[in-house]
């Protein structure tokens, strides 16, 4: 595609339960970053991915986040038993290869009850 | 602990005005820098980064170690410059990106 495609756009769930947010990245490239921005605050990172290897997940806030890549290609960022602090714009972002400018998506404003 | 502080939440300047947006960062080893804007229901996207040492939009930064600071500079802006801008700080043997909190630009006519 064009740019780093996300979806949902907007998701809004009762707290306790589980999401799944997706991210399409920019075809070829093999770096994938996810960010959570709240409100206020500046962007938050969270893990990323690098071809092959094992992801860098020193910015997941809990065990209650994890994300996987499949392929190489799509990612999916999964909260399970969501809180209310969960809420947030999750911002996820690639690039051709590590260090080299990262497209963002336009982000998933997740809200949660 | 590796920090980017952008001091300013909003900063309003007038049409032909210089502009300024601060950036200061915390991390004792040699950074990469980057700025980066998002316009109105647009994208976050790269506006320059300190190795590149380039003008965009006619914007520039300088990187002062001496001060670790990284201020985005215009000389005058323009109303198409109101947007928010985001400072952003990768390590060195890492690729997290530290972002600012970020400071909102308007520029008036």
């Known amino acids: 595609g064009a740019g780093v495609s996300q979806s949902p756009s907007n998701k809004v769930t009762e707290k306790g339960k589980d999401v799944e947010l997706r991210c399409d990245p920019i075809?070829?490239?093999?770096?994938l970053y996810w960010y959570r921005q709240s409100l206020g605050q500046g962007l938050e990172f969270l893990i990323y991915?690098?071809?092959?290897?094992?992801?860098?997940k020193s910015g997941l806030p809990s065990d209650r986040f994890s994300a996987e890549r499949t392929g190489g290609s799509v990612s999916t960022l999964t909260i399970q038993r969501t809180q209310q602090e969960d809420s947030a714009v999750y911002l996820c972002?690639?690039?051709?290869?590590?260090?080299?400018?990262?497209?963002f998506g336009d982000g998933t404003r997740l809200s949660i009850l | 602990a590796q920090r980017v502080t952008q001091p300013e939440k909003l900063l309003s300047v007038f049409k032909g005005a210089p502009v300024e947006l601060k950036c200061n960062y915390s991390?004792?080893?040699?950074?990469?820098l980057f700025w980066y804007v998002q316009y109105s229901r647009q994208r976050l996207q790269l506006l320059l980064r300190?190795?590149s040492r380039e003008s965009i939009k006619g914007f520039t930064a300088d990187l002062n170690k001496g001060e670790t600071s990284f201020h985005l500079k215009k000389p005058f802006a323009q109303e198409e410059d109101s947007a928010m801008y985001y400072c952003?700080?990768?390590?060195?043997?890492?690729?997290?990106?530290?972002f600012g909190t970020g400071t909102r630009l308007k520029v008036l006519a």
């Open positions: 972002a690639s690039s051709r290869d590590l260090g080299q400018p990262q497209h």
């Open positions: 991915f690098q071809g092959n290897s094992a992801p860098d």
């Open positions: 952003a700080l990768s390590a060195s043997g890492t690729y997290k990106y530290i």
């Open positions: 991390y004792s080893g040699s950074p990469e």
């Open positions: 075809s070829g490239h093999t770096a």
């Open positions: 300190h190795i």
